[in-house]
C-alpha cells in the first residue's frame, strides 16, 4: 500500500516540503496540502504592477546561503536566477539621507570612522574608545541586540544604524531580537573570548566576496511556487484544517468541515499563532512554545510611478527609529534589480512589533502616507500611474533572546510523525523557509515514517 503524507500551509515553507516529501517517498506516495486560500504561496506573493511583476511579500534572499540557487538548479530554474544592480542603500535619519555604512554587521559598527555623518562626535568618541573598557560577557548569553550595543556604543548607534536593518528584517527592533538570532557569527566570536566588541565585530564580519549578495527570481518568486507545486504532484485540499488526532502509529487532519483524513506523517507548515490549536491535545508542551512566539504584521505599498521619475541610484531607503516618517523602509525595485518597462516601481514597507498599522490601516490612509513620505524623502509629488496594497498580518515573527531554545523545546514536544516548517523557527527569509522544511522532511525520514 503507498505511503500518505500531509502538509498544513501552502506557503514556501510548505511547498518545499511538500517537493521533499515527493523525492523521498517516490512517485506513488499520496500527499495532500491543506490551505484554504484561493493561491499557494503564503507571504511570498507576485503580482502585476503598473503592468510589470513585481514582488510584494518577500522580494529577495540572500544569495550567499546555498538554500535557495541550489533548490533553483535541483528545479532547472538556475538561470531565472538574478542579482542585483550593486546600487547601495540609504539611510534616512535626522531628517536626511545618509550612505549606507560599510564595515558593519547587522549595523553594528567595525570601528568609528564606519559611522562618520551619521551619528554625533560624543558617539564616534564612545565607539573608538571601546576597546579600552573592560568587557563582561559570559559565554552562551542572548542579550537583545540593543542591551549590548548601547551598553557598548551608545543609543545613537541602535537608533539610527541597527534598528533600520533590523526593522526591515524582522518588522521588530534591536530591543526585541536577540543577538544570537540576529548576529550569531558575532555571538560565537565573543564566546570564543574576544577582548571587545569591536574586535568581536571585525572578527565576525563575512570576508568579501563576489557577485550579488541579495538574489531573486526573474519572473518573481511565483515561477519557484509554480515550479515546487508542479513536481511535487501534490493534491491541494482548499479547507481549513482544525486539528490533529493520533490514530495507531499514523496521524488524522481533522478539517474545518469535520472530514478526516489519515496519514502516515504530517509536516505543519503554518506561522506560530496557528500552531497552538492544531496540536494543543496532542503535543500541550509545543502548543505552550508556540504561544511564547510573539509575531508582528505588516503591509507593503506597491506603487508604479512615471517613469523619469527623479529618484536617486540607489537600492532604497532605511529608516532610523524616531523619524517623522510612517514607512520604516522604501524599496526602489527598479534601481534594485534594475528597469523593465517604462515605469518606476516601489515598495512601502510599513509596520514594526507592537503597533498595529498593518491591521488597523485602511488602503487609502496608507496610499497617503506613502506619497507623503515619498515627499519628504525625495521631495516628489508625482501621481502614481498604479498602486497596490497589501497586508500581512501575524506574518513576521520575533526572534526574541532565547530563541534557540525555545524552538528546541516545541519540536521535543511533537509526537512520532510530526513535524514542523516555517519562518519561525530557524530563521527570517527564503533561504531559512526551505532550510526549515527539508530538515522537518527528513526528521520524518529519520523516524521511519517517510522513506
Request: hydrophobic share 45%; charged share 20%; proline share 7%.
Amino acid at each position: 500500500m503507498s505511503a500518505t503524507y500531509a502538509v498544513v500551509g501552502g506557503g514556501i515553507s510548505g511547498l518545499v516540503a511538500a517537493y521533499r516529501l515527493r523525492v523521498t517517498a517516490g512517485p506513488d506516495a499520496t500527499i495532500t496540502l491543506f490551505d484554504p486560500a484561493d493561491r499557494l504561496g503564503g507571504v511570498l506573493r507576485t503580482e502585476r504592477v503598473g503592468g510589470q511583476l513585481l514582488d510584494v511579500g518577500a522580494e529577495a534572499f540572500v544569495a550567499r546561503r546555498p538554500e535557495v540557487p541550489a533548490l533553483l538548479a535541483e528545479l532547472g530554474l538556475a538561470d531565472r536566477q538574478i542579482g542585483t544592480t550593486g546600487a547601495r542603500p540609504l539611510i534616512y535619519s535626522q531628517g536626511r539621507l545618509h550612505p549606507m555604512p560599510q564595515g558593519t554587521l547587522q549595523g553594528i559598527p567595525s570601528g568609528a570612522a564606519t559611522l562618520a555623518g551619521l551619528v554625533d562626535d560624543a558617539t564616534i568618541a564612545r565607539i573608538a574608545d571601546e576597546p579600552t573598557r573592560p568587557l563582561r560577557w559570559r559565554p552562551g548569553a542572548d542579550p537583545t541586540v540593543a542591551d549590548l550595543v548601547v551598553d557598548r556604543f551608545g543609543e545613537q548607534v541602535v537608533s539610527r544604524s541597527v534598528d533600520p536593518l533590523l526593522g526591515g528584517v524582522y518588522a521588530g527592533s534591536a530591543a526585541t531580537i536577540g543577538l544570537r538570532a540576529a548576529a550569531p557569527t558575532l555571538a560565537a566570536a565573543l564566546d570564543r573570548g574576544a577582548r571587545n566588541l569591536t574586535d568581536a565585530v571585525g572578527e565576525a564580519l563575512p570576508p568579501p566576496a563576489p557577485g550579488s549578495v541579495f538574489g531573486a527570481v526573474d519572473g518573481g518568486y511565483a515561477v519557484l511556487l509554480d515550479a515546487l507545486r508542479h513536481r511535487a504532484r501534490i493534491h491541494w485540499a482548499q479547507v481549513g484544517v482544525e486539528r490533529l488526532d493520533l490514530v495507531g502509529r499514523g496521524v488524522e487532519i481533522v478539517d474545518d468541515e469535520g472530514n478526516r483524513w489519515p496519514a502516515d506523517a504530517v509536516v505543519l507548515a503554518v506561522p506560530a499563532p496557528r500552531l497552538p490549536r492544531l496540536v494543543d491535545h496532542i503535543a500541550p508542551r509545543t502548543a505552550a512554545a508556540a504561544r511564547r512566539i510573539p509575531v508582528a504584521s505588516a503591509a507593503v505599498v506597491a506603487l508604479a510611478l512615471p517613469g523619469g521619475t527623479p529618484l536617486p541610484q540607489q537600492s532604497g531607503v532605511l529608516v532610523a527609529t524616531g523619524e517623522r516618517l510612517r514607512a520604516k523602509a522604501i524599496t526602489l525595485s527598479s534601481r534594485k534589480w534594475g528597469r523593465r518597462g517604462n515605469v518606476e516601481l516601489l515598495r512601502l514597507s510599513y509596520g514594526r512589533f507592537g503597533d498595529d498599522l498593518a491591521r488597523s490601516t485602511g488602503d487609502e490612509d496608507l496610499l497617503a502616507w506613502a506619497a507623503a513620505d515619498l515627499g519628504t524623502v525625495f521631495g516628489i509629488d508625482t501621481e502614481p500611474v498604479d498602486a497596490l496594497v497589501q497586508r500581512w498580518i501575524d506574518a513576521m515573527p520575533q526572534y526574541g533572546p532565547g530563541h534557540a531554545d525555545l524552538v528546541a523545546e516545541l519540536r521535543a514536544g511533537l509526537p512520532r510523525g510530526v513535524a514542523v516548517a516555517g519562518g519561525y523557527l530557524d530563521g527570517i527569509g527564503v533561504p531559512a523557509c526551505v532550510a526549515s522544511a527539508s530538515r522537518a522532511v527528513a526528521s520524518l525520514a529519520t523516524s521511519g515514517v517517510a522513506r
